[in-house]
């Protein structure tokens, strides 16, 4: 059976197991990117409060940069530390984006 493949794929030009790597890296992308987001968001707005004075709903700033941080990297930019520097342009465009505000008052 894997005589069979391999030929199959040496007739085709393409090495056995391509469509079945691509479609697991695909997969695999996509479910990074998914469980990238709410991860990021919850870490970026933990992080967030003790750096704030004032009590300010970060969470749409955080989305912001998130989703920033999905349309422009890949999925192995995304795994490794961001800058300081380009983290920090990123946070200043979010929150010019989503001007902080108070934070609801919770009972």
Known sequence: MI??????SALAGQPAGTDDRS??????E??????????FIESCV???KPAVAVKVDMTPICTCMADRMLAT???AQL????P????????LDCIRAHP???AAARP
């Open 84 to 91: 300081a520097d380009e983290q920090q342009a990123l946070a």
């Open 73 to 75: 990297r890949t999925v």
């Open 100 to 102: 902080p505000q108070p």
């Open 79 to 82: 795994k490794q530390p961001i």
């Open 30 to 39: 996509e479910g990074f990117r998914g469980a990238f987001r709410p991860h």
């Open 46 to 48: 933990a992080s967030a």
């Open 3 to 8: 005589v069979v493949a391999l030929l199959l």
């Open 23 to 28: 479609a697991y890296d695909r997969a695999f």
